[in-house]
């Protein structure tokens, strides 16, 4: 089978590499760096420079493959997704974009396509666990908190951004979408802070983003629902400093004549100081609570993943976690194991036992454990 991964960015690139071991891969992107470190790993791959945001090309592009991945930056993400959908391609997807994947299920229906989408570590990985577990008890409460982290905690933020700093601002503006007693509610960024305790790591804060996505959609029956980001104390103190003095604004100034906006000043300067190290340590901390009630027991239920940098592959843990829950649907769909056609997030694919059982294995394979306390 031959497999088109469109974007070739740190996740792109484990993607490409996991996926070769199985399949014949073809990487596409504008950017000739990220071509060539992908070439240099492995030869055998396939590397073709191009605009992936030239929609009008992708039917030449993908007329021999099979499957297509797309991992491109969230801003094109939908767009991407709808055009391999329209070339009548089965689809895994992992580019976290803010439009709402859907909206997409009928097209997908009527080009008679598969595709998963928001599959990777969360959005992905607690999702796949909640479809799972909603299929053999009564769910009265899912929560799950999850941050990428570097290694080396470096004044004043102690953190890296395995993606673009405009992305994590994002996620520091945007209301946090929760359910609280059957209702979905707003509430601001940042907010709801707590102190939690990861063994082999330390105390982290936890605070509201938006990150429940189609959970909040496919799982209307569950009253209770929440996602948290973790940091390690005091970066939200200087987040909220630069949110409330105007550095995240959208609205321009002029500074000697010229148009910026305080957000796009900002993210530039973020850049360097969060830009990750190629071969920067780094961990992937996800914690997944679920309550509920089973045979007449009430259980409360605690999953805990915490994944590093691997300096023998030389990839990081959120490519690492992100990538191999991404290669692991795309094996899914390639074998035949999960045929249903439309859009599917992760939930609508972890509540088949077999479908839950073969990710959590071919992420065990690559030695990503998730420990049940």
């Not at 104390?233 to 200087?238: M, Q, R, V």
């Not at 500074?255 to 910026?260: L, Q, S």
């Not at 999960?338 to 599917?344: H, R, V």
Request: net charge negative; aromatic share 10%; glycine share 6%.
């Amino acid at each position: 089978m031959k497999i088109a991964v469109l974007g070739s960015g740190m996740v792109g690139r484990a993607i490409a590499l996991d996926l070769s071991y199985s399949f014949e891969v073809s990487s596409f992107d504008l950017n000739k760096a990220n071509l060539k470190i992908l070439k240099d790993r492995n030869p055998a791959i396939e590397t073709l420079q191009a605009d992936l945001q030239d929609y009008a090309s992708y039917k030449d592009w993908l007329q021999d493959f099979s499957l297509v991945v797309t991992a491109v930056p969230g801003f094109m993400g939908f767009k991407t997704l709808q055009t391999v959908i329209e070339c009548g391609k089965n689809v895994t997807d992992i580019s976290f974009f803010p439009e709402d994947a859907l909206q997409l299920h009928e097209l997908a229906k009527q080009k008679q396509v598969t595709v998963i989408t928001d599959i990777g570590v969360a959005p992905g990985i607690s999702n796949l666990f909640l479809g799972h577990y909603n299929e053999e008890m009564t769910i009265s409460n899912f929560e799950f908190y999850v941050g990428g982290l570097p290694v080396i905690r470096k004044k004043p933020f102690e953190y890296k951004a395995p993606f673009s700093p405009v992305d994590v601002i994002e996620e520091y503006t945007r209301p946090a979408r929760l359910k609280e007693n059957g209702h979905i509610v707003s509430k601001p960024a940042l907010s709801e802070r707590n102190l939690m305790f990861f063994e082999g790591i330390g105390t982290l804060e936890a605070f509201n983003t938006d990150g429940l996505r189609s959970i909040l959609f496919t799982m209307p029956h569950i009253p209770n629902i929440k996602e948290q980001t973790l940091r390690y104390p005091g970066h939200i103190d200087l987040i909220i400093a630069l949110k409330d003095a105007g550095f995240f604004s959208e609205n321009k100034i002029n500074i000697n004549n010229t148009e910026i906006s305080p957000l796009q000043f900002t993210s530039k300067v973020l850049f360097n100081d969060w830009k990750l190290g190629s071969e920067e340590a780094e961990l992937t901390v996800l914690r997944i609570i679920i309550e509920g009630e089973k045979e007449g027991r009430q259980l409360r239920l605690t999953f805990n993943l915490t994944d590093k940098y691997d300096p023998e592959t030389k990839i990081s843990s959120m490519s690492r976690t992100t990538g191999y829950t991404c290669t692991a649907a795309a094996h899914l769909i390639a074998k035949e194991i999960f045929t249903e056609k439309g859009i599917f997030p992760p939930e609508l694919v972890g509540k088949h036992k077999n479908c839950f059982d073969f990710i959590l294995n071919h992420l065990k394979n690559r030695n990503i454990l998730i420990k049940e306390n």
